[in-house]
């Protein structure tokens, strides 16, 4: 009983620093590496397929095996 009583206290007391270190650290500015990149050059994966055409898209199309096909392979 004694250690889940110091658990929560060891618990509560490193949320409390750690609250407190996200604010001292806010006001600071990150570092270029960090930033976040610009809306336009973000680029999701699908529009990146599409602008690079030498991508190879693979499309499968198929049903799915009945329950006797499946014992059928077996």
Request: charged share 15%.
């Amino acid at each position: 009983m004694k250690l889940l009583k110091n658990l929560e206290a060891t618990f509560l007391v490193a949320a409390v620093v750690t609250n407190f270190a996200s604010y001292a650290v806010a006001s600071a500015q990150a570092p270029e590496v960090m930033r976040a990149a610009p809306v336009a050059a973000v680029v999701s994966p699908a529009v990146k397929a599409e602008v690079n055409p030498k991508v190879p898209v693979v499309v499968v199309k198929a049903q799915r095996l009945s329950a006797a096909e499946k014992a059928a392979l077996n």
